[in-house]
C-alpha cells in the first residue's frame, strides 16, 4: 500500500515565487528518487482556530501564508530510500536550494495511505 509524506509550512507570503521555485526542485529530486507525485498548495481559505488550525500549528504570523502538500510513494521501503537520496542530493543543500521559510515551525509526518478515491 502506498506511504504519504505530509507537511503544512508557514511561508512568507511575499516569498511564495521562492517557495514554488524551492518546491519545484524539491519535487523532481523526490520524483526521480521513487515519489509517485508531489503535491504543493498555497493557502487561501486557511481559518485561524481558537484551540487548533493550520495557522495555529506552525504559529502563523500576519506576513505569512499556510503551504499545504505531501507526497505519495509505493511504499515506505521506497519513500526511506528516497528521503535518504534526497538528504544526500546537492539540490537540496541550503546553500544551493534555501528553504524559503522557517523549517523550525513546519509540521510533517508520515502516513499509511486508508483510502485513495
Same mark, same amino acid.
Given at each position: 500500500?502506498?506511504? $504519504? !509524506?505530509g *507537511?503544512? +509550512? +508557514? $511561508?512568507?507570503?511575499? /516569498?511564495?515565487?521562492?517557495?514554488l521555485?524551492?518546491?519545484? $526542485?524539491?519535487?523532481? &529530486? *523526490?520524483? #526521480? ?5 508531489? $503535491? #504543493? ?5 486557511? =481559518? ?6 493550520? =495557522?495555529?500549528? &506552525?504559529?502563523?504570523?500576519? !506576513? ?11 511504499? /515506505?521501503?521506497?519513500?526511506? +530510500?528516497?528521503?535518504? /537520496?534526497?538528504?544526500? !542530493?546537492?539540490?537540496? /543543500? =541550503?546553500?544551493?536550494?534555501?528553504? =524559503? *521559510?522557517d ?7 508520515? *502516513? !499509511? ?5
Open positions: 500500500m502506498s506511504y $504519504v !509524506d *507537511f503544512i +509550512a +508557514a $511561508v512568507p507570503t511575499a /516569498k511564495r515565487g521562492q517557495y521555485e524551492h518546491a519545484k $526542485v524539491a519535487a523532481k &529530486v *523526490f520524483k #526521480e528518487n521513487g515519489a509517485l507525485s508531489v $503535491v #504543493e498548495c498555497w493557502g487561501e481559505d486557511v =481559518p485561524p482556530g481558537k484551540v487548533t488550525s493550520f =495557522p495555529l500549528a &506552525v504559529k502563523l504570523k500576519e !506576513d505569512e501564508t499556510v503551504a499545504f502538500g505531501w507526497i505519495i510513494w509505493p511504499d /515506505k521501503a521506497t519513500r526511506n +530510500a528516497g528521503m535518504e /537520496k534526497m538528504m544526500q !542530493d546537492t539540490r537540496m /543543500k =541550503p546553500d544551493v536550494n534555501p528553504m =524559503p *521559510f523549517g523550525q515551525r513546519m509540521v510533517f509526518g508520515g *502516513f !499509511d495511505l486508508l483510502l485513495q478515491s
